[in-house]
């Protein structure tokens, strides 16, 4: 420990003793309140993972908006636009979730839930007892739960098969283009990784392979692309809420 000599009295007098004090700690600068959370972020990741991006769940429907003289496609512009200035290489993807007229909760839980955020799926699956399936015939495509039934029982698919199925079902009644299959199912490959068309076809075959005899429901449009039709015996479940079709 170290120690350093004070005088206490000034140097034109003279000096009658010498008192040893210990050096005071230095002081360091209170932590701001972005930097506590960094930090705290830092301290909770997994090993051998890294931020990539961020969700900023917003919970608000049309007529609050609109009470506050906006839409939300107003205000996901305005955060577009911040977001550019403070970070110009960042990219941003936004969505707007659905739900039921008339469902109750917060409106930021079910964003959250819709959007398939992991802490909030996880809470409900504690709160909500696993459901039988009545179903004994047809398609059930549970989107909350990400499988799919076929007359009953659960079909082997791929996580990419479903995927591919799901962005379909989402968009019921539109044909979907290869080309935005492509974009949308596989950002952030790059060009060499990306799958070209034809390799749509082939996952297109293998999801109707599994499909068996409700394979029509993922129909072809010639020199187009692919659409869902939904028949009598073919159910969408979305649990609380979900994704809209890109609507922004």
């Not at 550019?84 to 930021?108: C, F, N, Q």
């Not at 959250?112 to 799926?121: D, G, K, Q, T």
């Not at 409700?214 to 020199?223: K, L, Q």
């Amino acid at each position: 420990m170290s120690t350093t000599a004070l005088l206490d009295r000034p140097t034109t007098a003279p000096v009658r003793h010498l008192r040893a004090v210990n050096t005071p700690a230095a002081v360091e600068a209170p932590a701001t309140p972005a930097a506590e959370a960094t930090q705290a972020a830092s301290r909770a990741l997994p090993a051998g993972t890294a931020p990539r991006g961020f969700a900023l769940y917003v919970g608000l429907d049309e007529a609050k908006a609109a009470a506050s003289g906006v839409n939300l496609g107003v205000l996901v512009d305005a955060l577009r636009r911040t977001i550019a200035e403070l970070a110009p290489s960042a990219e941003t993807y936004a969505t707007v979730a659905l739900a039921p007229v008339g469902a109750g909760g917060r409106d930021v839980d079910v964003v959250r839930l819709a959007l398939h955020e992991p802490s909030a799926v996880a809470r409900t699956k504690q709160e909500e007892p696993e459901e039988e399936d009545p179903s004994t015939g047809g398609v059930v495509v549970d989107i909350s739960r990400k499988r799919v039934l076929i007359d009953g029982e659960s079909a082997a698919f791929t996580f990419k098969e479903f995927e591919l199925l799901q962005y379909l079902v989402l968009r019921e009644g539109r044909t979907i283009e290869r080309t935005e299959l492509v974009t949308s199912l596989w950002q952030g490959t790059t060009d060499d990784d990306a799958p070209g068309e034809r390799t749509i076809d082939v996952h297109v075959r293998r999801l109707r392979a599994k499909l068996g005899r409700y394979e029509d429901i993922v129909r072809t449009v010639r020199g187009v692309g692919y659409r869902f039709d939904r028949h009598a015996d073919v159910v969408i479940r979305y649990g609380h809420g979900t994704p809209s079709p890109d609507r922004f």
